[in-house]
Each structure stands twice: as C-alpha cells, then as structure tokens.
C-alpha cells in the first residue's frame, strides 16, 4: 500500500469528487474484452524509477486522447481491466467505487492501480 496515498485519503486530504486535471484516457482490446487505461496528463512522457519498479509512461500503452470526466466514468463502467495513474485519476477510481485506497501503490510518489472487473 501506497502509505503516502493510503494516509492521506484516509485524512481526507485528498480530492473528491471534483476532478480538474486533465485526464488521457487509451482503450486498449484484449481478447474482445477493453481494457481501460486512465493517466492524469502532466506525468506522461516519462519513466519513475524507484529501486527495481519502474513506471514507464512513455509506452505506447498509455498514449490516447484528453477526455472528460463524465465520458470517462460511462468508460469506466464497461471495462474490463481499468488502469489508473496519477493521484485525480487514482482518486476517480476510488470516487467511483472501483478501487479501494488499501490498493493503491505507488513508484516515486506517482500512484497507481489495476481493477479487473
């Protein structure tokens, strides 16, 4: 658990419900099945190392098109895997009842995480 995240949204100092970073949203299919990549804009383009972890947004598999807030929870509700990154779109995952904050990891302060659905 991302004790940094985890802390602070159990202190309620996170946002909630108001989301206002921008937000690149990539749909990805495996199998006829989508899967849902979701990543606050201004960390994209580079990689987070932190010991052996490593995040690397410059991959392809994050690339995809700034979208709103409301297409992206129509999005959210018919996914299959939802991959989230960056504290806004982390934190939808939670506003939205997909993720439990205990869920959330992070590399170098950057948070994260996956939902199968």
């Not at 099945?33 to 972890?53: A, M, P, Q, R, T």
Request: cysteine-free.
């Amino acid at each position: 658990m991302s004790t940094t995240f985890a802390a602070a949204h159990a202190a309620g100092n996170t946002r909630s419900k108001v989301h206002k970073m921008s937000k690149v949203v990539a749909v990805h299919d495996s199998q006829g099945k989508k899967i849902l990549v979701i990543s606050d804009e201004d960390i994209l383009g580079k990689k987070y190392i932190e010991g052996k972890l490593q995040l690397d947004l410059t991959a392809a598999f994050y690339k995809g098109e700034v979208t709103g807030d409301t297409e992206i929870k129509k999005m959210m509700r018919g996914a299959y895997v939802i991959h989230l990154v960056g504290r806004e779109s982390v934190q939808m995952g939670i506003d939205e009842g997909f993720v439990d904050a205990e869920n959330v990891r992070s590399i170098k302060s950057i948070p994260h995480a996956e939902v199968l659905l």
